[in-house]
C-alpha cells in the first residue's frame, strides 16, 4: 500500500533546484516524494528505508542522460520531468503498491551489498502477462560500474531475476536466479562486488 497525497503532487513541480541538489548527491541520488506528500525531495539511495515501499520518481542516472543525451539545461529537465511526473505519477504508484515483497526483498539485497538504487523503476507486462520491472543500480565503491536488475512475476509465490554488470556502459557479466519466499539472499548480490573489483583489477 502507497499512502501519497496524488492531488497535492500532481500539483507539485519538480524545479531546477531539485535538479541542482540532485547532481550534488551524485550516484545514489533520488527525487521522491516528500514525508507529507506535498512535493519532492531529494534523498541517498542508502538512506532510505527499504522495507517501506516509495515511488521513485527520477535518479541521478535519469538526470545524466537528460543533460548529456538529449541536451537539455537543467531549466529544460525539470520543466519535462513534472510534465512526465504528472503524466505517470498516479500509475507508477499503483505499480509499486503491486510490485511483489520479493522484488523489494531483493532490492535490500542489493543495497546491503553496496548497489544503490540509481534511477526511476521501469514497469512493464511481458507478452506472456510477467509483471516486469527494470531497475538500475550503481556500486558504492566505483561509479564506473553500473547494474541492471530485471524482475519478471509470473507466479505469487516466485519471480526471475536477472542481474548485468556493466563498465562504462560494457557489459561485464550476468546472472540470473529464480527467488522464492524462502530462498535467501541472491547469490548474485555477493558476486556482483567480487566480479566488479575482478574487472576493475584486470582493466586497471
Request: hydrophobic residues 40%; proline residues 3%; positive net charge.
Amino acid at each position: 500500500m502507497i499512502d501519497l497525497n496524488l492531488t497535492r503532487l500532481l500539483a507539485a513541480e519538480v524545479t531546477s533546484e531539485h535538479l541542482l541538489a540532485l547532481a550534488g548527491t551524485g550516484p545514489g541520488g533520488l527525487i521522491i516524494p516528500d514525508a507529507d506528500s506535498s512535493g519532492y525531495t531529494v534523498a541517498r539511495a542508502e538512506h532510505l528505508d527499504w522495507n517501506r515501499r516509495r515511488v521513485i520518481v527520477y535518479g541521478y542516472r535519469d538526470l545524466a542522460l537528460d543533460l548529456a543525451l538529449r541536451h537539455r539545461n537543467r531549466n529544460e529537465a525539470a520543466a519535462c520531468l513534472t510534465r512526465t511526473v504528472r503524466a505517470g505519477l498516479t500509475g507508477w504508484a499503483a505499480r509499486t503498491g503491486e510490485a511483489s515483497p520479493l522484488v523489494w526483498r531483493v532490492r535490500e539485497d542489493l543495497h546491503r551489498h553496496g548497489l544503490r538504487l540509481n534511477a526511476r523503476p521501469q514497469f512493464s507486462t511481458t507478452e506472456d502477462g510477467g509483471a516486469r520491472i527494470d531497475d538500475t543500480f550503481t556500486w558504492r565503491e566505483d561509479r564506473r560500474i553500473t547494474l541492471t536488475l530485471c524482475t519478471v512475476q509470473r507466479q505469487p509465490h516466485s519471480l526471475m531475476a536477472a542481474l548485468d554488470l556493466y563498465c562504462g556502459g560494457h557489459h561485464v557479466t550476468g546472472w540470473c536466479e529464480r527467488i522464492t519466499r524462502t530462498s535467501g539472499v541472491p547469490r548474485f548480490a555477493d558476486l556482483a562486488g567480487d566480479r566488479a573489483r575482478l574487472h576493475l583489477d584486470l582493466r586497471d
